[in-house]
């Protein structure tokens, strides 16, 4: 499986982003040192995740590495590319953006260990955002999205962790845990005693967050966030399409 770094001193070539154009070949320096941490991002084509793509660049000077999955004659760049809105970034922060072409349910990291190792080495945070969204999708659909997703997520934080740099691994669950099928009071704490799923996406979000409080027993650092329903930006109103 061919990848794209946003790492540095890396011995293949890789491909970057700079605004509207890419740019092709090796790239090494203090701009892109391995000492620098790096971010791994899921779900980087959603509204949400390019809106905390784009923060992480103008905010910090992490560099991002995106795991996109490739659609039809679009690729995982192009993609990304679509998803992420450059006129936002500063220019120096665009040079900090990589891709993985891949699916979280075939990990493009099995059986590779060129890239295993670069993440390893580089990948200092995980966002897991990535998850189907469908209410009305099938119960074997979403488990598979939704959970086994997660899992696969989860087995690689257990990785870098263990034997890398990973500080953190940061899920994103939802508010609905608990279902949305009755009215109750749902705490923080999971898992949830009563719950009462109205479909098949509730319950997977559900499995999956219990997936990370177990990973989060055995000592993996991680945080959890369970959002509402997301409509835009509260200061300004602005909704991605």
Known sequence: MPWKSAGARMDAAVQWKTGNRSQTGTKSGKAHSAGRGCVLVTGATGSLGGALIERILADSDMDVLALVRESGRESAEMRLHAAIDFEQIPGEARGRIGSIPG???????HGDTSL????????????????STDLT????????????????????????HSNGR??????????????????????????????????????????????VHAAIAGGLPATVFRPSIVVGNSDDGYTRS
């Open 116 to 131: 295993r190792n670069m993440l390893r080495t580089r990948v200092t945070e995980i966002f897991h955002l990535a998850a």
């Open 103 to 109: 699916d979280i349910r075939r990990a493009p990291w």
């Open 166 to 211: 990973l500080e953190r691994f940061n899920h994103f669950s939802t508010a609905f845990i608990a279902g949305s099928a009755q009215d109750h009071h749902a705490m923080e704490a999971y898992p949830c005693p009563q719950p009462a799923w109205a479909n098949a996406y509730e319950e997977s979000k559900h499995i999956a967050e219990g997936n």
């Open 137 to 160: 999708g099938t119960r074997e659909s979403l488990m598979a999205a939704n959970v086994d997703g997660t899992q696969a997520m989860l087995t690689l934080a257990q990785d870098l």
